[in-house]
Nanobody, 118 residues
Framework: QVQLVESGGGLVQAGGSLRLSCSAS????????MGWYRQAPGKPRELVAG???????LYADSVKERFTVSRDNAKNTVYLQMNSLKPEDTGVYYC????????????WGQGTQVTVSS
């Protein structure tokens, strides 16, 4: 199993920055990719950014040029640096990990609230 713990959310004014962290523990050797998703009230959860074990990244169009996903393999931690935040970035941000053990899996963190005020 893989356990994920997010941190770094909070309240920030529009134009500000936040950095989210996601620390993984357990069978971290089996993780192929990690990602950040967010869910705004009344909306489905959506992918924000992802990073593979080889370092390839992808971003939602809405966050390109503003958000950066990175990972520190030594610390088993993935980060999401969020700059130029907008009110529409508000939501609960979840970290996830995908990999293969006996079978493919997806694990989720508990989520961290990000609120951007206008």
């Amino acid at each position: 199993q893989v356990q994920l713990v997010e941190s770094g959310g909070g309240l920030v004014q529009a134009g500000g920055s936040l950095r989210l962290s996601c620390s993984a523990s357990g069978s971290v050797f089996s993780i192929n990719a990690m990602g950040w998703y967010r869910q705004a009230p009344g909306k489905p959860r959506e992918l924000v950014a992802g990073i593979t074990s080889s370092g390839s990244t992808l971003y939602a169009d809405s966050v390109k040029e503003r958000f950066t996903v990175s990972r520190d393999n030594a610390k088993n931690t993935v980060y999401l640096q969020m700059n130029s935040l907008k009110p529409e970035d508000t939501g609960v941000y979840y970290c996830n990990a995908e990999g293969i053990l006996a079978a493919k899996y997806t694990y989720w963190g508990q989520g961290t609230q990000v609120t951007v005020s206008s």
